[in-house]
Every structure is written in C-alpha cells, then in structure tokens.
C-alpha cells in the first residue's frame, strides 16, 4: 500500500520508474524508440498537473519550452528530473531554452517564460506542495500481486490536490506496465496481466479543461500490453459536468468502448442514458431500478440493492449476481459505522 500525502509517501511526476531502468538496459534504435516514450509520459503528465493549477491549457509554445527543458535534464542528470529540476532549469535560462523561446535577449526570455515559470511554482509551492516535488519515496514493486495507492489522505486538502494525485498514480502504474512489457519482449520478465481499476473517475477528469485527453491517452490501447481497466464511477451525468463539450465527447467514449458494463441499482432516468449506450430488456431495466432505493425507514434495514449487480456484456442478456461480506470483511468494508454512532 502506497499512501499519498503530505508527510506520507510522495510521487515524483517525471519517475519513469522501471520503464526509464529498461531504457537504460537497450541500446541503437530500441534504446531510443523508449527514450521518446519516456520523454513522452514525462511532458504529458507535467503538462496535465499544469493545466491543473493553471485552470485553463497551456500554450503551444510553453508546451515546446517544457519538452527542450525535459531533454536538456535528460542529458545532464544521471537520476530522474523533478519538477524543481524543471523550474530551476526554467529560471536559469540557458541557450538551449532561449532558443525554443525564439527571443534574443534574457529580458525578452524571462517575458515569455514567465506565466510558465509561476504554473510550475504552484506545483511545488502551492497547493500540491509537499507531494510532487522531490524524487518517489517508494517505487512500486514489479513483483508485487497487487498495488494500493491510497490517496484518502489528500482529500481534505482539496479537489486539485486529489486530482493531482489520481492522475500521477494513473500514469506512474500504467508506466510500470510498460516496463514490465519491454523487459517481457527482451527476455528478462515473465509475461504478466494486469488489471487496473481507476476509481471514482469522474473527480480526475473535472480537475480541469483537458485532462479528459491525459486519461485517455494512458488507457487507450491497454488491450495489446495484456492489461484490462475498469473505470468506476456514480453516474454517466457526472460527465456532463465537464468543462467543454470536447471533454465530455472524449469522456462518453470510455462507456462506448467499455466491453462489459456493470450496473449497481439506477433510478430509471440514469437507467435511461445507460440504455443508450448499453441496451438493456425491460426485464433487466426493472430489476436494476428494483435494487436503487431502500424500501424502509428503519434503523439496520438491509438496502434491496445491496450487493447486487448486473453485469452485461454486448448484447447478451445481463448476468445478476449478488456479492455477501464472510468473516473478517463484514468489518473491514463497513463503512456505516459514524451513522450507526450518530444514531
């Protein structure tokens, strides 16, 4: 378990972790082919936690600046860069730089780089300091069954912060994937699946305009690295919510492409817009509306939806199942306790 927070485990956003080590161990066009994959990750996650902070894109031109200074660090350090690299490399200016920049003077540098300069000052010394500006304290584990990143503890530090965090875990755990493919073609790692459950996925992608892209880009072609997704979330209105109709066309394309759809109870005008996308038979539609509301008041009444889910592949008729809690989980998954208390 990998707890994220402030005083807790933090994650550098530039860690290509083991994808950057199986870079290092190829050399001619293979070694290059991954250097601009990691090169890649690097600025499209430096840019996502940008537009983050920033509320609103960044520029063409910013986006230029930002991969000349990721090359420039890739070549002077021998370690992974951070985000403090990036800045300080930023606020020197050096040639290299004030050429992407097409100015001539530091002046004129220091005016084009300066909107810039204070974005990626807030990732260190704003909101999200503490978290992602300083190396990976605990690199995740190839050999590891299974990977929890809790982020429970950022959560009261604001929605930026817990965005923030989901999309660095996304994209530092589907890099391990990565890496894990490449070192499986080169002979030094068995061949492995994965699956990876992105949770409460509407919160990441209303972080801010753009970050729809980041998401889909890192899940898109999962299938040919032998890793399945499921992405969770309460409602398909929580993707209206997003910022430009561009986000929520982009957004609407992960319930498209989902091979199996999984539904817990759903009032009938939810049911409606699954429908749209999963068709489902009047019969199915009832029972699923069925389990969406407790049918009593009283204290301890089991909700009818409980546990229950429908699982529907295609066009074939949806499979129910219910889940029950044995031994030991009926106390680790209550999460009724305060309301119990309270009462």
């Excluded at 082919?33 to 983050?52: F, G, H, I, N, P």
């Excluded at 049911?271 to 068709?279: F, G, K, N, Q, Y």
């Excluded at 489902?280 to 969406?292: A, D, H, I, N």
């Excluded at 074939?316 to 119990?340: C, F, N």
Aim: aromatic share 4%; proline share 5%; net charge negative.
């Amino acid at each position: 378990v990998i707890r994220v927070g402030r005083g807790f485990d933090r994650i550098n956003p530039l860690d290509a972790g083991p994808l950057d080590e199986a870079r290092r161990r190829l050399t001619g066009a293979d070694a290059e082919t991954l250097r601009w994959e990691v090169r890649s990750r690097r600025l499209s996650l430096l840019l996502a936690l940008a537009t983050l902070v920033r509320e609103a894109r960044i520029t063409n031109a910013e986006e230029v600046v930002l991969g000349r200074a990721i090359d420039l660090l890739d070549h002077r350090l021998d370690t992974e860069p951070t985000v403090v690299d990036v800045l300080r490399v930023l606020e020197q200016g050096p040639d290299e730089l004030r050429s992407a920049t097409r100015t001539d003077t530091a002046d004129a540098y220091r005016a084009h780089t300066r909107d810039l300069v204070f974005t990626l000052d807030l990732l260190i010394s704003g909101s999200l300091a503490g978290v992602f500006d300083s190396t990976t304290t605990r690199p995740l584990n190839l050999d590891a069954p299974a990977i929890s990143v809790d982020i429970s503890r950022v959560r009261a530090a604001g929605d930026k912060l817990l965005t923030a965090a989901m999309l660095c875990t996304w994209a530092y755990a589907f890099g391990m994937v990565d890496a894990a493919t490449t070192l499986t073609d080169l002979g030094a790692a068995p061949r492995r699946s994965y699956l990876g459950v992105i949770d409460e996925l509407w919160r990441a992608l209303r972080g801010a305009p753009g970050l729809v892209e980041h998401a889909d880009a890192l899940t898109r072609l999962n299938r040919a690295k032998g890793m399945a997704s499921i992405m969770i979330t309460h409602s398909l209105a929580d993707l209206d919510a997003l910022a430009t109709e561009e986000d929520r066309a982009k957004a609407k394309g992960f319930a498209d492409r989902s091979a199996i759809t999984v539904l817990a109870g759903l009032p009938p005008r939810e049911l409606a817009r699954v429908h749209e996308i999963t068709p489902l038979t009047g019969p199915e539609q009832q029972l699923v509306t069925s389990w969406s509301a407790p049918d009593s008041w009283q204290p301890g009444a089991r909700h009818p939806g409980r546990g229950k889910y429908l699982i529907k592949t295609g066009e074939r008729l949806g499979i129910p199942v219910e889940l029950s809690l044995v031994g030991p989980e009926a106390d680790l998954y209550d999460t009724d306790q305060a309301i119990r208390g309270v009462a």
